[in-house]
């Protein structure tokens, strides 16, 4: 066998060994005597790198320590072998080092990655958060604008009703019953139905419902949510019944006041 294949082998056992005893250690030298102690081998620095490379940091640094154990066990009429496994020592050592640096470098480098994606991330997040918010402002701007305008024909609605109301009742001496009774039903009908839309209006703009609660069961899923008779009903009954009452009532006024 080839020193340097042999010296492979040793180099690999090593690795089984966490603190070897003198005996262990007496066999190593040994095996590291047959190879160096004619003074003429040399190994390879790359072929070290090489094998080294596919050890962990702490096998790499175990093995340090195992070679260090051995090399105490030296006697000083083993020159050559002191000289040949010194070199191995240093470029082991060396080695180690360079590879652990590498290591360090390669985590660094990961967690800067990681440290890069995740800022990424965060301004992504903050650049939508940012849109969402500029979103919501102006569409906070117009709805407040539509807003606006339908209160203002909400107090422009009451201001004519008013003004309607005030010249019936000042010209009340030339009206008969029948008449009055229904212009003020004809009055309060149209001034309710369009609050109602008016308010209708805003709700659906400012996202909220002025519709009543249905019991029991999801308004959406109502099979009679999708007809227009039933969800007037449902949702919106006090439109429903104000309006059948103002019916009723003019009915009643045309029937009592026929003559």
């Avoid at 309607?164 to 000042?170: K, V």
């Avoid at 519709?211 to 899923?221: D, I, L, W």
């Avoid at 429903?240 to 045309?254: E, G, H, K, Q, T």
Wanted: hydrophobic share 40%; charged share 25%.
């Amino acid at each position: 066998m080839e020193y340097s294949e042999k010296l492979s082998e040793l180099i690999e056992s090593m690795t089984h060994y966490i603190e070897p005893s003198d005996e262990e250690a007496d066999e190593l030298l040994n095996d590291f005597q047959e190879i160096y102690n004619d003074g003429t081998f040399r190994h390879s620095y790359y072929e070290i790198s090489q094998q080294l490379e596919g050890f962990q940091s702490d096998v790499r640094d175990n093995v340090c320590a195992v070679l260090e154990r051995v090399m105490s066990r030296i006697s000083d009429d083993h020159s050559n072998l002191s000289k040949g496994m010194t070199k191995l020592y240093d470029h082991i050592k060396l080695e180690a080092l360079r590879l652990a640096r590498m290591e360090k470098v390669a985590f660094l480098s990961a967690k800067a990655d990681e440290a890069l994606k995740q800022a990424q991330q965060l301004n992504k997040e903050s650049n939508k958060n940012v849109t969402d918010l500029l979103d919501r402002v102006n569409g906070f701007h117009g709805q407040s604008i539509a807003i606006l305008g339908i209160f203002s024909g909400i107090v422009l609605g009451f201001s004519t009703e008013i003004k309607l109301l005030t010249e019936t009742f000042s010209n009340i001496n030339n009206m008969n019953v029948k008449n009055m009774l229904l212009y003020l039903l004809i009055v309060g009908f149209i001034a309710f139905n369009t609050l109602f839309m008016l308010m209708y209006a805003v709700s659906k703009i400012a996202n909220q419902s002025i519709a009543a609660s249905c019991k029991g069961r999801e308004c959406e899923s109502c099979p009679e949510n999708h007809r227009a008779w039933g969800r007037l009903r449902r949702k919106y009954p006090y439109v429903l019944y104000f309006n059948i009452m103002v019916l009723i009532s003019a009915v009643v006024v045309l029937v009592v006041f026929r003559r």
